[in-house]
Nanobody, 117 residues
Framework: QVQLVESGGGLVQAGGSLRLSCAAS????????MGWYRQTLGKQRELVAT???????NYADSVKGRFTISRDNAKSELYLQMNSLKPEDTAVYYC???????????WGQGTQVTVSS
């Protein structure tokens, strides 16, 4: 079984920065796409950013220019550098990893990010 553990969340004032990490462990052969989603109470999870195995990135319009997604393929780790944080960024952030060759998606438990005004 593959397990994802997120870390780096916390409380920060508007304009501050946080760096989220996601570590994958267990029976891993290969990983395809990796990404971050976020969810607030009463709402569906929304895409924040994705990164392909070759390093191609995509971002939600709301975070472009402020967030940077990256990955370390050798360590099976995923990162999200969040700068210029806004109160509307407050959410639980979830890591997702798509495995190869099954293309099965694995989700982390989430880490809370709270941005105060």
């Amino acid at each position: 079984q593959v397990q994802l553990v997120e870390s780096g969340g916390g409380l920060v004032q508007a304009g501050g920065s946080l760096r989220l990490s996601c570590a994958a462990s267990g029976s891993i052969s290969s990983i395809n796409v990796m990404g971050w989603y976020r969810q607030t109470l009463g709402k569906q999870r929304e895409l924040v950013a994705t990164i392909s195995s070759s390093g191609i990135t995509n971002y939600a319009d709301s975070v472009k220019g402020r967030f940077t997604i990256s990955r370390d393929n050798a360590k099976s780790e995923l990162y999200l550098q969040m700068n210029s944080l806004k109160p509307e960024d407050t959410a639980v952030y979830y890591c997702i990893v798509q495995l190869r060759p099954s293309f099965r998606n694995v989700w982390g438990q989430g880490t809370q990010v709270t941005v105060s005004s």
